[in-house]
DNA sequence: TCACCCTATATCTGAATTGATATAGTTTTC
DNA sequence: GAAAACTATATCAATTCAGATATAGGGTGA
């Protein structure tokens, strides 16, 4: 619904080509948005044909030729009219919590490595976003925010890796048949 | 890739039909995963063509007639080993973080305007998550992680809109060139 | 010089996901 | 007793998304 959004977002300071798009998505807007190359292309056709940028063939520098896109006056106004209108709330969707959620499935011992190592997996993409290089602006904050929550949920994590009762012993409620 | 993953952990402690998992799914796994029926009736399919659920036919108590769905052993192995496959790191692809990402679009009361509507919006999805009657085990401990993790992005983003240089003046960087 | 990597474009497949619609009986509400 | 809401199933179209593949020129290193 909003790869388009973000690449006129992308193109609002400077034109690009759709591979420094495909770049910039993956190096700048990184953890809070991110597309392959076969969404972005045709994206960026139905850009054109709404009239959102422009297209400037350009001769090839190193290798085939370029195609530079351009934001226009239109497109600008679709950027202000994107970012006015309300945002949908986080929905979260984690792979990594779902399975916690789930971890009644599992004995004792492999809960806490669950836990252990979904603590490591956030740990190391958090270092990852601290290494690559920090985008400018109001990227940077976005991508400082997408940190910050990661941290949190790490946290949480070993929170609840740290309350042994609750990973020992689950509230009966819940408790499987486990065939004794 | 993981919906069916989902809905076995669902099915694990009890069978239940189509409906209930969908209603299940919204209540309990909630912000953590969502998905319409029209995934859930072909997911429990391909499930049952793999032989990972059973399904047996409910005369019709209320309605139409009933689907019930039981968890199989292979069913069970499966969910074991979905949970002991490592999980990726959270994606948070989220809407709201992206916009503020692109924030240099908009002029200076708008910028805060956004901000607060955003931070609004979190509180009141962290309000609805409360009242919703608590799942029971690892169902509720994934909810409270999910809830604790709405509001470390809640406390961020009040914490950039109090730092007013940085609603009031992005970084020169990429500062807009403003029309002064 | 040959192989490989990088820039750069683009398409195709298939799966995941959303949203709308259809059907039909039962229960609740006015 | 009619309308509305709930239980319950299911399909369809459209879109999003991921992963693989194709093409092609230029630069780099063994």
Known sequence: MSLPHVLLGLLWSSPSTGY?????????????????????YPALARLRRAGFVLLRVLGPRRGPRRNLYRITATGRREVKRWLAEPAAPPSSKDEGLTKIAFLEALPLPERRALLARYERTIAEEIRRLRETAPPHGFLREARRGAIDRMEATRRWVRGLAGESPAVAAPPAAAAPPKKR
Chains 1, 2 share one sequence.
């Open 20 to 40: 420094d798009l495909a770049r910039s998505l993956e190096e700048d807007v990184a953890p809070l948005w991110r597309a392959e190359m076969s969404q972005i």
